[in-house]
């Protein structure tokens, strides 16, 4: 199947690379991007992707999404489907679906940028069932995981609050690290406590590096786009009169490492910006950590 593909970021250039292996035609377009992954083509500009029946994005924001299809896809045909997997709110993407001829579904994405690489991702599809398994062959070649939340948008707010979680976790990490050196224990010992114990979630384990050693550890989500998803769900718990007090809290601390410098650094860095609300590190200290990214 030929399937246009927009975005080839830390995400999705290795789910373009993926829909290429599994023997799809893809015709990818970033601005930003020189050259496409082995086995993807290179579109002249974002309106080729309109050529194809289905098109992808794996944009950073609303605001690209939005040009994407609104203008991009503008002379997509009426049996055109374009499937959303970067995450957005989920009124945009009823936004879209209502302002444009073309057919949308929502199908964010979780997890890193080695799970994207080995497929090993899961997607939340928000959508018609129809559409749903339409596309499941084609979710299938980028995501281990694809499941049906309901209608359009559902997709889009699980995807939020799943990282809604996930910050509540890296925060929570952060704050147990603080309290195990408080009380004169080891960060490595206090961790394998951790990794065996009740809290011990599959996030905990696999982040160990990221939070004990992270000039080695790399980047898997950077602060910057977890703040963006945490703001996103903050606006929606807001609209439908929530009060989330957590989420409130960790999109601080989020703002704090984004000051701080730490906006490209691994999600894991609150913990930076835990020592420095605390006075335990300078800033000089700050820029020697983010160098190591």
Request: some cysteine; glycine content about 10%.
């Amino acid at each position: 199947m030929l399937i246009g593909f927009a975005g080839l970021g830390r995400m999705g250039r290795p789910m373009a690379t993926n829909l290429a292996r599994a023997g799809h035609s893809v015709l990818a377009h970033d601005p930003f991007v020189d050259e496409a992954p082995d086995g993807v083509t290179s579109a002249g500009s974002v309106a080729e992707l309109a050529e194809a029946p289905l098109s992808v994005s794996m944009l950073p924001d609303e605001p690209t999404t939005r040009d994407l299809v609104v203008k991009g896809l503008a002379n997509a045909g009426r049996e055109h489907l374009h499937v959303v997997m970067g995450t957005v709110g989920p009124e945009l993407v009823r936004e879209l679906a209502d302002a444009t001829e073309v057919d949308i579904i929502d199908a964010p994405v979780s997890g890193s940028v080695s799970m994207a690489e080995t497929a090993a991702i899961t997607t939340m599809v928000g959508g018609p069932r129809e559409q749903f398994d339409r596309i499941l062959p084609v979710l299938a070649a980028m995501t281990a995981a694809q499941f049906h939340t309901g209608s359009i948008g559902s997709g889009a707010a699980a995807k939020l609050a799943v990282n809604a979680v996930l910050a509540a976790l890296s925060q929570g990490i952060a704050e147990g690290l603080l309290i195990a050196e408080a009380g004169d224990l080891d960060p490595k010992v206090f961790y394998e406590v951790l990794r065996n114990s009740a809290a011990g979630a599959p996030y905990v384990g696999y982040k160990e590096e990221a939070y004990l050693a992270p000039e080695t550890a790399g980047v898997a989500a950077p602060v910057s786009l977890i703040r963006k998803d945490l703001r996103l769900a903050l606006e929606l718990a807001r609209g439908r009169h929530l009060d989330l007090p957590g989420i409130g809290v960790a999109c601080t601390v989020l703002d704090d490492a984004t000051a701080a410098g730490l906006g490209e650094a691994d999600m894991a860095q609150v913990l930076v910006a835990l020592r420095l609300r605390n006075g335990q590190q300078s800033g000089q200290d700050i820029g020697q950590e983010v160098g190591n990214f």
